[in-house]
């Protein structure tokens, strides 16, 4: 059974920059596709970004390219999140999850069988 635990959201300026970690364990982490997602009060739950298990294939919203960028460290078994020039419309639970193939991007929310519990972001303007 994988387990992702996010951690780094926290309550900051427009402008700013913060980065998402998710640490996995279970299973083979270097082998499955990972994403990251984000639900606002009210909204559905939405792509932000995603990454092959190698790490040569990543995918962004167009509302965060250029600002985010997803990497992974197989060794450490972590995803993590770079996300800068932060917006008061970033503000939302940010979620970690995993799939089991990992050489292409997945961008719904229904292809990934594992999730985090999720870390909160808020950006005041």
């Known amino acids: 059974q994988v387990q992702l635990v996010e951690s780094g959201g926290g309550l900051l300026q427009a402008g700013g920059s913060l980065r998402l970690s998710c640490a996995a364990s279970g299973g083979t982490f270097s082998s499955y596709g990972m994403g990251w997602f984000r639900q606002a009060p009210g909204k559905e739950r939405d792509f932000v970004a995603g990454i092959t298990w190698s790490g040569s294939i990543t995918d962004y919203a167009d509302s965060v390219k250029g600002r985010f960028t997803i990497s992974r460290d197989n060794a450490k078994n972590t995803v993590y999140l770079q996300m800068n020039s932060l917006k008061p419309e970033d503000t939302a639970v940010y979620y970690c999850?995993?799939?089991?193939?990992?050489?292409?991007?997945?961008?719904?929310?229904?292809?990934?069988?594992?999730w985090g519990q999720g870390t909160q972001v808020t950006v005041s303007s």
């Open positions: 999850a995993a799939r089991l193939v990992g050489t292409w991007v997945a961008v719904r929310p229904g292809e990934y069988g594992y």
